[in-house]
């Protein structure tokens, strides 16, 4: 079995043992993101692989040089990400605190306006409030002056019939 690792066009790394057959790849193979071909790719690795083309690891001082610098290097790159983690977020706090600023700048405004605009509709409601009360007021004035005006004619009426009743007796002593 040879190990093979392929680095697809799109950017994915996918690696699988084979058996090669002829110096070449038994089935095709595909990229598992973008399903791409990779057959091709595999075959001139294999091929590299099997007539000893294949690139020399580097020395060990190398790796240890390499090793080091990376060791040295992992702070200050830390660092680095923190700050531009910190410098993001404070951007990003501003631009937060000047919608909120702008919120309830908005905010103001429209209860400055409903205000302006309920203002006059709470005074009117309240001038057709006092109309109706003294609407009803004059309602029952009337309708207490009406009924002793009733009463009046009802007297008027008894008064008259029995004015008439009594005419119309004849005296007969």
Do not use: W
Request: neutral net charge.
């Amino acid at each position: 079995m040879i190990p093979v690792k392929i680095f697809c066009g799109c950017g994915q790394k996918y690696a699988f043992e084979v058996e090669p057959v002829n110096n070449l790849m038994p089935v095709p193979v595909a990229c598992p993101v973008c399903k791409r071909d990779g057959t091709a790719a595999a075959n001139e690795i294999l091929a590299r692989i099997l007539k000893g083309k294949t690139q020399p690891l580097p020395p060990p001082s190398v790796n240890n040089l390499l090793n080091s610098v990376q060791a040295r290097l992992e702070p200050h790159l830390v660092d680095a990400l923190k700050s531009a983690v910190v410098q993001e977020l404070a951007a990003q706090r501003k631009e937060l605190i000047a919608a909120q600023q702008a919120a309830a700048a908005e905010l103001t405004e429209l209860a400055h306006r409903l205000e302006t605009v309920q203002t006059p509709l709470l005074d009117r409601l309240q001038t057709y409030e006092q109309r109706i009360q003294e609407l009803e007021r004059d309602l029952a004035d009337q309708s207490k002056e009406n009924r002793e005006l009733l009463k009046l004619k009802i007297d008027l009426l008894r008064q008259q019939i029995q004015t008439e009743q009594g005419a119309s007796r004849v005296n007969f002593n």
